[in-house]
């Protein structure tokens, strides 16, 4: 297994995948304060504030790079947009998940995003398989998952989600290289 010390920064087309910085805290928080955001994401809060972006930019410097890789997701004349991040859980596989703010939606920016961490994943930090999961009520992120790459297994696991307060119904992707 490669051994990664620093934040890897990937460029696609339109966007750079990069660390997120205390610097981006405002931006995060704005965009990730929207509930339509928190309520797809098993992890963050709703609402979701300031210190949250803190924290949350906190932890991704802190991280085990050789297991773990969060990036803020940076669209060319626009700053942060969303963030990506490649986990891995306990007793689990690679799994990715990724945010964009509304403003930013309808416009393939997730599938850039995805498609760029999944082939730096692949070349660069040797991985071979990623699995994914969305919420049963979003199939627009069914949809970029699908563009990526990924394929459904077949299987719903009830997923917690912080901002719901409850679990929900999600549909377990995978994607192999």
């Known amino acids: 297994m490669c051994v990664i010390d620093i934040s890897p920064q990937i460029e696609t087309r339109r966007i750079t995948l990069r660390a997120p910085a205390m610097s981006d805290v405002q931006r995060l928080a704005a965009l990730g304060g929207d509930r339509e955001i928190s309520r ?3 992890r963050m809060p709703w609402p979701y504030g300031r210190a949250d972006a803190v924290d949350f930019v906190g932890r991704c410097q802190a991280q085990d790079r ?3 890789n969060t990036f803020a997701i940076e669209l060319e004349d626009e700053g942060v947009i969303g963030v990506l991040g490649l986990f891995t859980p306990p007793n689990g596989q690679l799994e990715i998940g990724y945010w964009i703010g509304k403003p930013f939606w309808g416009r393939g920016l997730a599938t850039e995003a995805c498609q760029g961490a999944l082939h730096w994943a692949k070349q660069d930090w ?12 979003n199939p627009a992120s069914g949809q970029v998952l699908i563009k990526a790459g990924f394929l459904y297994t077949g299987v719903v696991e009830m997923k917690p989600s912080v901002a719901r307060g409850e679990p929900a119904a999600t549909r377990m992707m995978v994607w192999l290289a």
């Not at 040797?126 to 009520?137: C, P």
Request: no cysteine; charged share 40%.
């Open 40 to 42: 797809m994401t098993t």
């Open 66 to 68: 050789r297991r773990d």
């Open 126 to 137: 040797r991985r071979r398989l990623v699995v994914a999961g969305h919420f049963a009520d």
